[in-house]
């Protein structure tokens, strides 16, 4: 496979292998890949669990466990100006 990189790119890579920590533009490329990889795997893990904290939610309002929301905003106001205060 045959890539063509900005001007950008191709510097950010130089400035890699420059640093030491990389001897190829390929081990750069590689560990972007990785990291891109992990990044991706922790966006979808975190959806999973905000659809699962959702859902309990969900299921929590229906029970009659919710909180108004008028005091969940004036709780949040409180916790605001306690931080500027601080």
């Known amino acids: 496979m045959n890539i063509t990189l900005k001007s950008e790119q191709a510097e950010l890579i130089q400035q890699q292998i420059n640093s030491g920590k990389y001897q190829t533009p ?6 972007a890949l990785q990291l891109l990889n992990q990044r991706d795997r922790d966006y979808e893990n975190w959806v999973e669990e905000t659809r699962q904290k959702v859902d309990v939610a969900i299921e929590e309002l229906r029970q009659g466990e919710g909180i108004d929301g008028e005091v969940v905003i004036a709780q949040l106001k409180d916790k605001l100006n306690q931080a500027r205060q601080s």
Do not use: A, G, L, R
């Open 26 to 31: 390929e081990e750069v490329i590689s560990e």
